[in-house]
């Protein structure tokens, strides 16, 4: 028995670190837009508001997606479908090069969206297979662990990616002003062919990884069962949503994933456009919000449930959040940056919080009301967007008065929100 028990517990270790690959691969790939933003404002003129589509077209392709991946995991299984979605990242990666090739953003903005695509298809499967992977009491240190995987490759995207793309930006951006029309048009083509090769470097890497995870090892889930406490709870249960949980936790996903892309994706163009702080310098403060995250997530993984339960954590979290959140308004120069970067520890223990709150008693429900969750990373795409067009009409700090309620929501959720049943 104690050989079964361990040669269990060594499978499940396997499947840990296996799916840790993965939110490593999509923390990359994902937080690339921090860098993609400044960039791609320069090389194809645009405003604060054109900019954030960037993360329009990322975060918006999982409202689009998540029913369909669903679908997508129901016939392949999450192996398969993990794979799957390493495939279709690697296609949006190739779309790059012919975007790069005729500078045109639309194409930019497609590839980003067939990426999030891959994505959506790749969380719908990870996340839940994380959830239930072992016990729901410890699901949030799980994700925890999966969540420093994620932004430790979420800090480095910036640093690796930076180098290259933002490469002496102020003095690109300076010699422009000087330039006549030819010019300016041939110094731009240059600065977007920039893109081309670390993104065929990403498409090889995306495939192979594909490969490696269709012939890996990685068991199969059944989520369709109920223990007979669940199945009891559910008998009259015909829909996804007749769950408060869910659609609640839903709208704590959306808010959350929006005020965690603005914290990452905002604060390099803020640092720069909002503060005057050179790209040089600039350019660091998503790691400082990835660093912030992998702090919160490390406490998660030695408190959470030893010492703190996840609702605890998550209202801690938000507190955190509002506090920090008026600091960078209230505040000026580098501290004000900071305090948008220090967010990422506010935001860190939230996401594996509301994960196991939201799929709680779901049983044959849970793979659907996945999908809920995974369409409300949308809020990625509409939240970054409202504060690109709040920063032209006013300024880039007054617009983090967004994050405001979106953080006393989530307190909300984690005090009340998820025990109406």
């Given at each position: 028995m104690a050989e079964v028990t361990s040669q269990s517990k060594n499978s499940t270790n396997r499947s840990i670190i296996i799916i840790?690959?993965?939110?490593?691969?999509?923390?990359?790939?994902?937080?690339?837009?921090?860098?993609?933003?400044?960039?791609?404002?320069?090389?194809?003129?645009?405003?604060?508001?054109?900019?954030?589509?960037?993360?329009?077209?990322s975060y918006i392709s999982y409202?689009?997606?998540?029913?369909?991946?669903?679908?997508?995991?129901?016939?392949?299984?999450?192996?398969?479908?993990?794979?799957?979605?390493?495939?279709?990242?690697?296609?949006?990666?190739?779309?790059?090069?012919?975007?790069?090739?005729?500078?045109?953003?639309a194409f930019f903005l497609f590839g980003l969206f067939v990426q999030g695509t891959g994505l959506a298809l790749l969380q719908s499967a990870a996340n839940p297979y994380i959830t239930i992977l072992g016990p729901i009491e410890s699901a949030a240190k799980r994700i925890s662990i999966m969540g420093i995987c994620n932004k430790l490759a979420g800090a480095l995207a910036p640093i690796v990616f930076g180098a290259i793309l933002l490469k002496n930006m102020d003095k690109v951006e300076a010699s422009l002003a000087g330039m006549n029309a030819v010019e300016k048009a041939a110094e731009l083509d240059m600065l977007s062919a920039r893109v081309i090769s670390p993104y065929i470097i990403m498409a090889?890497?995306?495939?192979?990884?594909?490969?490696?995870?269709?012939?890996?090892?990685?068991?199969?889930?059944?989520?369709?069962?109920?223990?007979?406490?669940?199945?009891?709870?559910?008998?009259?249960?015909?829909?996804?949503?007749?769950?408060?949980?869910?659609?609640?936790?839903?709208?704590?996903?959306?808010?959350?994933?929006?005020?965690?892309?603005?914290?990452?994706?905002?604060?390099?163009?803020?640092?720069?456009?909002?503060q005057d702080i050179a790209t040089n310098v600039a350019k660091f403060f998503t790691t400082y919000t990835l660093i912030a995250m992998i702090v919160g997530y490390l406490v998660g993984t030695v408190t959470i449930p030893r010492f703190i339960s996840q609702e605890k954590a998550m209202q801690v979290s938000g507190i955190l959040g509002i506090i920090l959140g008026l600091a960078a308004i209230f505040t000026n120069g580098f501290i004000s940056?900071?305090?948008?970067?220090?967010?990422?520890?506010?935001?860190?223990?939230?996401?594996?919080?509301?994960?196991?709150?939201?799929?709680?008693?779901?049983?044959?429900?849970?793979?659907?009301?996945?999908?809920?969750?995974?369409?409300?990373?949308?809020?990625?795409?509409?939240?970054?967007?409202?504060?690109?067009?709040?920063?032209?009409?006013?300024?880039?700090?007054?617009?983090?008065?967004?994050?405001?309620?979106?953080?006393?929501?989530?307190?909300?959720?984690?005090?009340?929100?998820?025990?109406?049943?």
């Open positions: 840790g690959v993965l939110f490593f691969i999509f923390g990359f790939v994902t937080w690339l837009n921090s860098v993609l933003i400044p960039y791609l404002k320069t090389a194809n003129e645009l405003n604060n508001f054109q900019s954030y589509l960037v993360a329009f077209a409202l689009v997606m998540a029913i369909p991946s669903a679908w997508v995991l129901k016939n392949t299984g999450f192996k398969k479908g993990m794979s799957l979605g390493l495939v279709v990242m690697a296609i949006g990666a190739l779309v790059f090069i012919p975007a790069a090739l005729v500078r045109n953003y090889v890497i995306l495939c192979g990884l594909a490969i490696l995870i269709y012939y890996s090892s990685l068991p199969e889930i059944e989520t369709d069962g109920e223990d007979d406490t669940v199945a009891a709870a559910n008998k009259n249960k015909t829909s996804v949503l007749q769950f408060p949980n869910l659609l609640l936790g839903t709208l704590a996903m959306f808010l959350y994933v929006g005020v965690e892309v603005i914290a990452g994706d905002t604060v390099i163009s803020y640092a720069r456009d909002g940056v900071l305090c948008v970067s220090l967010l990422g520890l506010a935001n860190a223990l939230v996401f594996p919080a509301i994960w196991p709150l939201a799929l709680k008693g779901l049983g044959r429900f849970t793979k659907i009301g996945s999908s809920f969750l995974i369409m409300a990373l949308a809020g990625g795409a509409i939240l970054p967007l409202v504060y690109g067009w709040l920063a032209d009409a006013f300024n880039p700090q007054q617009a983090y008065w967004i994050v405001i309620p979106s953080y006393l929501y989530i307190w909300f959720f984690a005090k009340k929100g998820h025990k109406i049943r």
